[in-house]
């Protein structure tokens, strides 16, 4: 059986938004499966000495135009959240208390997620959201609020984010195929290529 693909997003990351359309029908196309993984873009900057691209000089201003640009190219709703750029701690937990019970449900809070911050500008950081989300995919919203306090919910979250890190794994989206690795939702094209071609 053909390997599954790895998925890394940051539930603040535009490009990660973007590429979140996409993967899963990517990996349909060539038979593989695709494992979501939810990380935080916060120590992978500090990994890397960098920082959100909106706060880096010229560099910024490029970057708010672009996520706004590409995805009026890609044909899907966008609008950020006044808060971004922030660490979405509690989203990050939520997703990996959903995952440890049922994935599928859990790449559909993500889902929900994604386009509840970037379709709807709505703020991930506020537990109203998270639990109107939740509610909204059948899942028992005071339960969410008691996992996310949990040290056990919190200490998932973390060893993923070093899991992710200890993968290479330096930004949102980031796809794993095969042990190739790909970063940024414009080297989309490129995974297709490599499913199809078998790498090159």
Do not use: C
């Amino acid at each position: 059986m053909s390997q599954a693909i790895d998925f890394y997003f940051d539930f603040y990351s535009p490009y990660g938004y973007l590429a979140h359309y996409k993967i899963d029908a990517i990996a349909e196309r060539y038979g593989r499966s695709v494992n979501w993984h939810a990380i935080l873009l916060g120590p992978a900057f500090q990994a890397v000495g960098s920082k959100p691209l909106i706060e880096i000089p010229l560099l910024g201003a490029y970057s708010v135009n672009d996520f706004a640009r590409t995805a009026r190219l890609e044909g899907v709703p966008y609008m950020p959240p006044a808060t971004f750029p922030a660490a979405t701690l509690a989203a990050g937990r939520t997703f990996y208390w959903l995952h440890d019970q049922n994935p599928d449900l859990a790449k559909a809070f993500a889902k929900a997620a994604y386009k509840a911050a970037f379709a709807e500008g709505r703020d991930l950081l506020q537990l109203a959201t998270l639990k109107d989300i939740a509610e909204g995919l059948g899942i028992d919203a005071l339960a969410l609020e008691a996992a996310i306090q949990m040290d056990a919910v919190k200490t998932r979250f973390k060893k993923a984010v070093q899991a992710s890190l200890d993968k290479g794994v330096f930004g949102s989206p980031f796809v794993i195929v095969d042990g190739e690795q790909f970063w940024g939702n414009d080297r989309l094209p490129q995974v297709e290529l490599w499913l199809a071609r078998g790498g090159w």
